[in-house]
């Protein structure tokens, strides 16, 4: 069964970086068939879908956020990553990593909370 | 502001049906048949519910179906029982390589 585990620190302060990775087990990262992505939740909001990355590292990122945003891949690892810059308090929220099969998000990780504060 | 708009409860009886609705535009909902639901249960792992407007993933009962019409898709979820009770959400393609969701909807079991 595929799962998938977002990490990264808990809380960022204001204009610095958010980074975090999302491990993949129970399924190759470089499958062609997949690509990976990340949607996060604010607090009492809906979804906001941020990006998606292929395994060769090609990438589509929300264009709100294309400016600040990095993803990257580690094929190695089984593992896909986001940096997103110069965060602010509207940046606190839940973040899911899920893989996107065809048009849809099929798995997703149970997420991970990132608070900005100082 | 979500780019789907759903509304934010619902509820049913065990045993009822109730329907979730998920309003977008031309450029998501209303262009493509991409549209899929998800079920969540706080701090677990959404679950993919149905994708491409109708269909259903392997093991997702065939309570839970989808349809849509024009700019709206619609979740229904028929014999409703108790571990129904999550928060819905919407999804959809909307061009350009570029997903929407939708705000949520908390459905209630009474």
């Known amino acids: 069964q595929l799962q998938l585990q977002e990490s990264g620190p808990g809380l960022v302060k204001p204009s610095e970086p958010l980074s975090l990775t999302c491990t993949v087990s129970?399924?190759?990262?470089?499958?062609?068939?997949?690509?990976w992505g990340w949607i996060r939740q604010p607090p009492g909001k809906g979804l906001e879908w941020i990006g998606n990355?292929?395994?060769?590292?090609?990438?589509y990122y929300n264009p709100s956020l294309k400016s600040r945003l990095t993803m990257s891949v580690d094929t190695s690892k089984n593992q896909f990553s986001l940096k997103l810059s110069s965060v602010t308090a509207a940046d606190t929220a839940v973040y899911h990593c899920?893989?996107?099969?065809?048009?849809?998000?099929?798995?997703w990780g149970q997420g991970t909370l990132v608070t900005v504060s100082s | 502001q979500s780019a789907l708009t759903q509304p934010p409860s619902a509820s049913g009886s065990p045993g009822q049906s109730v329907t979730i609705s998920c309003t977008g535009t031309s450029s998501d909902i209303g262009g493509y048949n991409y549209v899929s639901w998800y079920q969540h249960h706080p701090g677990k792992a959404p679950k993919l519910m149905v994708y491409?407007?109708?269909k259903r993933p392997s093991g997702v009962p065939a309570r839970f179906s989808g349809s849509k019409s024009v700019y709206t898709a619609s979740l229904t979820v028929s014999g409703l029982q108790a571990e129904d009770e999550a928060d819905y959400y919407c999804g959809s393609y909307a061009g350009n390589n570029i997903w929407v969701f939708g705000g949520g909807t908390k459905l209630t079991v009474l």
């Open positions: 129970g399924g190759s990262i470089s499958s062609s068939s997949y690509y």
């Open positions: 899920a893989r996107r099969g065809g048009v849809t998000f099929d798995y």
């Open positions: 491409e407007v109708s």
């Open positions: 990355i292929y395994y060769s590292g090609s990438t």
